[in-house]
């Protein structure tokens, strides 16, 4: 079994490593919390391969050397929406996955500038929402965060580093130590 995931460290700071050759293989974590009361949503990342021939608009290139969702609870079906780093598409494209329409893709940092560096990213997953599912939202509970590093659609290779997942009530406050994952 190949495995993807590897929690590494530099100095003190622990973060998760991901390595895909020619595989999708997704992590989550099960956390609900109302989207309302904690909008936004922390993270650093790092990329380091990017996948060859990459466009995440199309099945045959729909893969990304980072990758975070944030999974909404949805009946008869789950919403998901999906940050990426892209090689290729512009910062800001929001589009549907082209494996699901449940599934929202935002382009959040594009292009090999700044690979081997650790960026931080915020969002602000309410407004990112509303914006890709076009709806005012009363009660929204999201279900969980996860992580996907794949190169297989492009029968590749992948490699990025993911740190510091947080959420927090609005910009520029956060939660207590308890609050992270």
Known sequence: ??????????????????????????????????????????????????????????KSGNDSVLGVYVVFSGLPSVKAIKYI??????????????????????????????AGTWVAEERDVLSDYERCFGKEVKRLVVQGIAILTDSDNTNSRAVGDYADISIHPFKGKGLDQDQRD
């Open 1 to 58: 079994m190949n495995k993807v995931y590897t929690v590494q460290a530099e100095g003190e700071k622990k973060f998760l490593h991901a390595e895909a050759n020619n595989l999708s293989v997704q992590i989550s974590y099960e956390r609900k919390w109302d989207i309302k009361d904690y909008p936004m949503l922390h993270w650093r990342w790092r990329a380091v391969v990017f996948p060859t021939a990459s466009n995440e608009q199309i």
């Open 85 to 114: 780093w892209s090689d290729t598409l512009p910062i800001g494209m929001a589009f549907d996955s082209p494996h699901s329409s449940g599934t929202k893709i935002i382009v959040v940092r594009s292009g090999r500038a700044l």
